[in-house]
């Protein structure tokens, strides 16, 4: 089995100093200490996979990846945990936005839920294990929903691994509760998502580039030499001109082959089509296919969420590197023809680690779009580095956290369907281009190389924009993109109230 820590206190060093060039300087100092206080978990593929749950592993914690929950040796039987913690001086906060937030304590031998500002003994244990509290060991699982987190700062128990962040995220998705039964019908979603990873490296691609913290380098490209022949000077350029959010540079509806499609403005981002249209098609000898599945669970409070910001990749938290969780197994196949591998996409380069976003700001709700005008303002031009919006990081977590060489420079894209209702809302995110289509409509267009950058959608906002294209109770395809260019930081978001269907 492999093992992951769960992470459960941080210790963080002085206030780092304001970042610059597109938020990443990997001279900057001040190393925060490596997290204490960790619980060594075990990491299996199903329930299956499961050792015998013994006296003897009483409260040994594992990870299920395939639904990406938590589980506890609870009286020799696995228990599924929300959250866990080694002291109840390791919980976050028991907040407003915590209420009725289950944690398992370790060292009290039961849940904890958060009450009225105070983390109380759980009182809704089911009877069974009331009667076998006497024996000083577990209570069962508590029924309510696992820590919300997706701020770094108090990444301490966030236990859904991937899914966890959800809900608190979302008091930015609404003040009110989410409203996914409109939706459902009869549907039901997976707990995860099938994802196409396209691997590549600036090598290959004239259209992906490094960071480099020497100041005096032109445009910071560090590795930046001009791939497939184009001229290093118009790359440089071309890198230079599309930092910070680039809006238009897709077209508003996508292509009729499911792709996006490049503007004339967004040549300058791109050069030409050619190199565009390479970003989610499999290119021999410049970029490999890869299918990953990404973690999108239901929680309690019916959101799906993943969020790298609670993700566990060995003992490193946050960050969203998942071409570094397959192998050559998962390269897809087509008519035949396998695509990939290719050993210079895998390459490993030095970069910033990722910042975590700050869970008490109205994160997703701030940039305004085709899926939501009420936002504070048009974020265009902005997110170029995290002194932009410095309020919405976690700058005493991230960088410090740990910082080495990771594979960036990927794209990936992710295709599915829902039922269309008035009610839905969705929150995106990411350090990269991000674009999202509805219903074949651009929803989300974040492109351009960025730090960490809100997306929202309200779905009757959506439908106002676009002229009432989508009906109550039909079925319409989401489409979201997603580019690393950079190596600089790397995170991803998306949470919906609504299911996501896939064939």
């Given amino acids: 089995m492999k093992q992951h820590v769960y992470i459960l206190t941080l210790s963080v060093a002085a206030a780092l100093a304001t970042l610059s060039a597109c938020g990443d300087d990997s001279s900057t100092g001040n190393h925060a200490e490596e997290p204490e206080n960790a619980v060594p978990m075990d990491s299996v593929a199903t329930d299956d996979d499961l050792p015998s749950c013994t006296e003897k592993r009483q409260e040994s914690v594992a990870f299920v990846e395939d639904d990406s929950s938590i589980r506890i040796c609870l009286d020799e039987k696995w228990e599924e945990a929300e959250s866990v913690a080694a002291t109840r001086e390791d919980l976050p906060n028991c907040s407003d936005k915590r209420k009725g937030v289950s944690a398992y304590v370790l060292d009290e031998h039961g849940f904890l839920t958060c009450t009225d500002g105070r983390w109380k003994s759980d009182s809704k244990e089911p009877e069974s294990s009331e009667a076998k509290s006497s024996s000083s060991k577990k209570t069962d699982k508590s029924s309510s929903s696992g820590e919300k987190n997706s701020s770094g700062s108090e990444k301490v128990s966030s236990a859904k691994d991937e899914s966890s962040s959800s809900a608190e995220a979302k008091s930015s998705s609404s003040d009110k509760e989410a409203k996914s039964s409109s939706s459902s019908k009869g549907t039901s979603a997976k707990n995860s998502l099938t994802a196409t990873i396209y691997d590549t490296d600036a090598t290959l691609h004239p259209a992906f580039s490094c960071y480099q913290s020497n100041p005096g380098a032109a445009a910071s490209e560090g590795c930046q030499t001009g791939a497939q022949g184009t001229d290093s000077k118009i790359a440089i350029k071309a890198a230079t001109d599309c930092s910070g959010i680039i809006q238009g540079i897709v077209e508003t509806t996508l292509g009729s082959d499911k792709k996006p499609v490049l503007t004339e403005a967004g040549e300058k981002c791109f050069i030409e089509d050619k190199f565009f249209n390479q970003l989610f098609n499999y290119t021999e000898g410049v970029n490999e296919a ?27 938290i946050g960050g969203f590197f998942p071409i570094e969780n397959t192998t050559d197994d998962d390269i897809l196949t087509v008519g035949g023809k396998k695509l990939g591998p290719l050993a210079d996409a895998r390459t490993k380069r030095d970069g910033e680690s990722p910042y975590f976003i700050n869970d008490s700001v109205d994160f997703y709700h701030y940039c305004k779009g085709p899926g939501w005008t009420d936002g504070v303002e048009d974020c265009g031009g902005s997110f170029m580095s995290l002194s932009d919006h410095q309020e919405f990081y976690n700058m005493l977590y991230g960088n410090t956290h740990w910082r080495e060489s990771r594979n960036h420079h990927f794209c990936m894209e992710i295709h599915g369907t829902f039922t269309y209702s008035d009610t839905l809302e969705a929150g995106f995110s990411a350090s990269g281009d991000q674009w999202v289509f509805i219903g074949n409509k651009l929803a989300v267009d974040n492109g351009g190389t960025h730090v960490n950058a809100p997306g929202f959608v309200q779905m009757k906002a959506l439908n106002k924009t676009y002229s009432s294209f989508m009906k109550e109770g039909e079925k319409y395809p989401i489409d979201v993109f997603f580019c690393a260019r950079r190596t600089s930081l790397s995170d991803f978001s998306m949470w919906t109230n609504f299911p996501i269907t896939q064939e």
Wanted: proline share 7%; no cysteine; aromatic share 14%.
């Fill in 290 to 316: 890869v299918a990953w599945e990404m973690p999108f669970p239901k929680n309690d409070n019916g959101i799906w969420m993943f969020n790298s910001d609670s993700t566990i990749d060995g003992t490193k």
